[in-house]
């Protein structure tokens, strides 16, 4: 059964790569990361300005931030190797008035990203490119 921050965790990066973005929020100090229960670092991004937006309305801590766009290419360029270098997670899709959910190394969110961007959205299916054109597979554990 899957859960409904996993579900959230996936949509993160098919909407992603869909719509070229991700969204943050922000305000006059900067961008939030609060710790988790772990007890590391989180930075949230969403998919969509609507899932960041609903945070920002329903969670007290957000309310003062601002939401802001940032492009795909931008966000894995410079965003996931600068939070990799201060040592911070990537909260993906967090939701709910306690804005939770799925947080992961920039790493991986750099490799799922390039998943979803080779399997032409549909996860599990890996395209290799040869002379006959592009001919999709699917990975054995899918």
């Given at each position: 059964?899957?859960?409904?921050?996993?579900?959230?965790?996936?949509?993160?990066?098919?909407?992603?790569?869909?719509?070229g973005?991700?969204?943050?929020?922000?305000?006059?100090?900067g961008?939030?990361?609060?710790?988790?229960?772990?007890?590391?670092?989180?930075?949230?991004?969403?998919?969509?300005?609507?899932?960041?937006?609903?945070?920002?309305?329903?969670?007290?801590?957000?309310?003062?931030?601002?939401?802001?766009?940032?492009?795909?290419?931008?966000?894995?360029?410079?965003?996931?190797?600068?939070?990799?270098?201060?040592?911070?997670?990537?909260?993906?899709?967090?939701?709910?008035?306690?804005?939770?959910?799925?947080?992961?190394?920039?790493?991986?969110?750099?490799?799922?990203?390039?998943?979803?961007?080779?399997?032409?959205?549909?996860?599990?299916?890996?395209?290799?490119?040869?002379?006959?054109?592009?001919?999709?597979?699917?990975?054995?554990?899918a």
């Amino acid at each position: 059964m899957t859960t409904p921050s996993a579900a959230n965790s996936a949509r993160f990066f098919t909407e992603a790569i869909r719509d070229g973005a991700v969204w943050t929020v922000r305000d006059a100090d900067g961008m939030p990361a609060p710790m988790n229960a772990s007890g590391e670092r989180a930075m949230p991004f969403w998919s969509l300005r609507t899932r960041a937006e609903r945070v920002r309305e329903i969670s007290p801590e957000y309310h003062p931030f601002e939401v802001v766009s940032i492009p795909l290419d931008d966000f894995q360029t410079k965003w996931l190797p600068g939070l990799s270098r201060d040592g911070l997670k990537v909260g993906v899709n967090w939701a709910g008035a306690r804005a939770t959910g799925y947080d992961l190394s920039p790493e991986e969110v750099e490799t799922r990203l390039d998943i979803e961007r080779a399997s032409g959205g549909h996860p599990g299916i890996k395209r290799i490119e040869g002379t006959a054109g592009s001919l999709p597979l699917r990975h054995p554990s899918a």
